[in-house]
């Protein structure tokens, strides 16, 4: 087999074998095959696409290239949640303590964050003493005993993806759906949950612009986790403003507190009942939505899941006085205001332009070995449909450095667009991608 014969084969639109594939990705991983000949396979996917067997196949491939984990000593069944990403996304520090609450496993494995605010790790990390770092064995030891831990995603757990991501980030190959669909699912499914719930973006904030994509793209993943036997299911949600108020770590973690004792933004305590009723219906806890929300707003008006989160910050080395003193969290030197300069409605809030302000004060990383501000970060004070005056505040900056302050106040009255007419608010959830349906709301 030559990898020449499986470029030109993709090139004029031939399906490729499982066999070829997995050439491809053996050889790739181990470094047989040089960048310009993967660099060319990626390119020809790009344009001629692979069809479902073909994806299926690929992220296979790339789950069987390094580590999977095993979950088998988790007692019941074990769901996982993915986002594809988004500004001010905060749902796993909500989701998972209350769907634990209630008898679920959710054993998560997270990374850290590269881009405008950190990952759910870096999150977590604003609060005092909290720690990734543990062996597998505990990791289990705490999913069993509390049914809610976060771990550090090893470092050879699908290695082809991590390899292939890097090479499309540099060649203008990322934004094709079947490179996307097994990049995400190739590391779902090697983290071994039975179920997983993915929530699909869809907006300026996400990879998908448009709500047809990001239907297309659940559409993809669903298939790929029902052809290797995970029970998959995708909610599309907005990310055409930001969910939520705060940008930024310790912001985001204190909104997430807010949430679970009920008193939240109400998008993304939606979103998180959503998602969780999902989470439950898979698990069997729950026959349908409208059993999976009563329990869920029961969770919550019980305080059994802010309970949970203060069980699952001490399991891990977390200071717990946080949760009921937020402002012990790392605070930023200066807040500064961010005023409206006409009035009006506002019509749109460019959800990346507000996280690249995030990222400009700290609250991300350029790159890898960036080092990150866990106090910074942006509070939104309006969203979209809200109504302004001239020199009211639409947003309260977070900062350590007034030069960095001033850039992000550039890029957050950017990221604001203001009518004189009212404007129609977009829907939270644009629909739900089952294996045996789509239903579009």
Do not use: W
């Not at 580590?67 to 594809?84: A, E, R």
């Not at 494995?109 to 909290?130: A, M, N, P, Q, V």
């Amino acid at each position: 087999m030559r990898m020449y014969d499986i470029i030109l084969k993709k090139r004029n639109g031939g399906e490729l074998s499982k066999e070829e594939i997995e050439y491809f990705i053996d050889g790739y991983t181990k470094g047989n095959i040089p960048d310009y000949q993967a660099s060319a396979l990626l390119m020809a996917i790009y344009f001629k696409g692979m069809n479902k067997r073909e994806t299926a196949d690929l992220t296979m491939a790339m789950v069987n290239s390094g580590d999977k984990i095993n979950l088998s000593m988790i007692d019941g069944i074990k769901v996982d949640k993915h986002s594809t990403g988004g500004v001010g996304d905060t749902t796993t520090l909500v989701l998972g303590p209350m769907i634990a609450s209630l008898g679920v496993p959710v054993a998560k494995l997270s990374g850290r964050g590269l881009g405008h605010t950190g990952g759910t790790i870096d999150k977590l990390e604003s609060i005092k003493g909290f720690s990734v770092e543990m062996s597998q064995d505990k990791f289990i030891e705490n999913v069993n005993k509390i049914k809610f831990a976060v771990g550090a995603q090893t470092g050879n757990l699908t290695p082809a993806d991590k390899k292939l991501y890097a090479l499309r980030d540099v060649t203008a190959t990322v934004d094709n759906i079947s490179l996307i669909a097994s990049s995400i699912m190739s590391k779902k499914i090697a983290a071994g949950a039975d179920c997983i719930v993915l929530d699909v973006k869809t907006g300026s904030g996400a990879f998908m612009k448009t709500v047809d994509d990001s239907f297309a793209l659940a559409k993809e993943m669903v298939d790929i986790g029902t052809s290797v036997g995970r029970n998959t299911v995708a909610v599309i949600s907005d990310m055409d403003q930001p969910l939520g108020y705060a940008i930024g770590n310790a912001l985001e973690v204190k909104e997430a507190i807010d949430t679970l004792k009920g008193c939240g933004p109400s998008d993304l305590y939606e979103l998180c009942i959503v998602l969780g009723s999902q989470m439950l219906i898979l698990s069997g806890k729950a026959k349908d939505e409208s059993q999976a929300r009563i329990m869920i707003e029961d969770s919550i008006q019980s305080g059994k899941a802010l309970q949970k989160f203060k069980e699952f910050i001490k399991s891990q080395g977390g200071d717990t006085s946080v949760i009921d003193e937020p402002e012990l969290l790392p605070k930023a030197k200066y807040i500064i205001d961010v005023k409206a300069k006409k009035e009006g409605y506002i019509s749109k809030i460019t959800a990346d332009t507000i996280g690249l302000a995030a990222l400009s004060l700290g609250a991300g990383r350029e790159t890898k070995e960036d080092s990150i501000d866990l106090s910074v970060g942006i509070v939104l004070s309006k969203k979209v449909g809200d109504y302004v005056h001239k020199g009211e505040t639409i947003a309260k900056i977070h900062a350590n450095d007034i030069s960095k302050a001033k850039a992000s106040e550039e890029k957050i009255n950017e990221a604001f667009d203001i009518v004189d007419n009212k404007v129609e608010k977009r829907p939270l959830i644009f629909g739900i991608v089952t294996k045996s349906e789509i239903k579009r709301f």
